[in-house]
């Protein structure tokens, strides 16, 4: 792969991971609006998708069936998550969901996709240790709430793992638009039931927007797009690793939350990580034609 193609897709995914870091900062505003969690998750993919069906092309609207279901897998991993977030602590749900580069490794490297060398290694290494880093360190919680935790690590890893096959890279607006109607309509079910509370002001749906838009269609377009460009799972596993660090990141930045020393070197050790795996791509020699004779 042309190392130019390698930091343009690189460069997609790890601003893709700066738009989903921005998540907990839209959630806060949401949820002090009256919301709850299932309320969030489904309007977060539910308000992108009508938007999308609105002003998207016609023959873009077709119908995908493999990008609709990475969204529903994509959005059980969400659930996962927030019900991990009711049963144990932050520090825990969030390191536990981290561990999807690890599963995504081992899948790739069952079907000798991936070999163990040791740039990849320490670059694992160095992403789980950054995002270690950069939690409080409090990682209690019940086993149930571990379980949902690492089903949510399972799920997203399965996401990565199909993008390439079922979401082509010429294709990323529509495939787009049906991982979002996919996930959204894993949680309709339950909304429709009543089980989901919503916002009660403008300020709250004001957020809900630019939850679903700056933080969901947005960060999901580029990271289709960048994930058609890298055809890597791993790598592409290695560069989401910037979320957790980037939202801590925006905490202290624009709420005025405390940067420790931790957190420093914990978005150090991640940014090395991607870091180290442009620099092992560029050392692979570039494939030249041969001269017709």
Request: charged letters at 10%; aromatic letters at 12%.
């Amino acid at each position: 792969m042309p190392i130019k193609v390698y930091l343009q897709g690189a460069a997609l995914v790890l601003l893709a991971a700066l738009g989903f870091s921005l998540q907990p900062l839209f959630a806060r505003e949401v949820y002090a609006d009256g919301a709850n969690a299932l309320g969030l998750v489904w309007l977060r993919f539910l308000v992108p998708s009508l938007l999308l069906l609105l002003i998207l092309p016609r023959k873009t609207r077709r119908l995908r069936p493999g990008a609709g279901f990475l969204g529903m897998i994509n959005g059980l991993a969400s659930l996962c998550y927030f019900v991990a977030l009711q049963q144990v602590s932050v520090s825990l749900t969030v390191m536990l969901l981290s561990l999807f580069p690890l599963l995504v490794f081992l899948q790739a490297w069952a079907r000798r996709q991936e070999s163990l060398s040791a740039v990849r290694l320490l670059a694992l290494a160095g992403a789980l240790a950054g995002i270690y880093c950069t939690l409080d360190g409090d990682f209690a919680g019940s086993w149930a709430g571990i379980l949902f935790g690492f089903g949510a690590a399972l799920f997203y890893s399965a996401y990565l793992v199909g993008a390439p096959r079922w979401m082509p890279a010429g294709d990323a607006l529509g495939s787009s638009a049906w991982t979002l109607i996919g996930a959204a309509l894993v949680f309709s079910v339950p909304a429709v039931l009543g089980y989901a509370d919503l916002p009660q002001g403008a300020w709250g749906w004001s957020a809900v927007l630019a939850l679903g838009i700056l933080s969901t269609f947005i960060p999901f377009l580029l990271l289709i797009k960048g994930i058609g460009l890298l055809q890597r799972q791993f790598d592409v596993a290695i560069f989401s690793t910037l979320e957790p660090v980037a939202s801590v990141f925006w905490a202290w930045l624009l709420l005025h939350e405390t940067l420790s020393e931790n957190s420093i070197l914990g978005g150090v050790l991640v940014l090395g990580a991607a870091l180290l795996m442009i620099w092992s791509q560029s050392r692979v020699p570039s494939v030249k034609p041969a001269l017709a004779g």
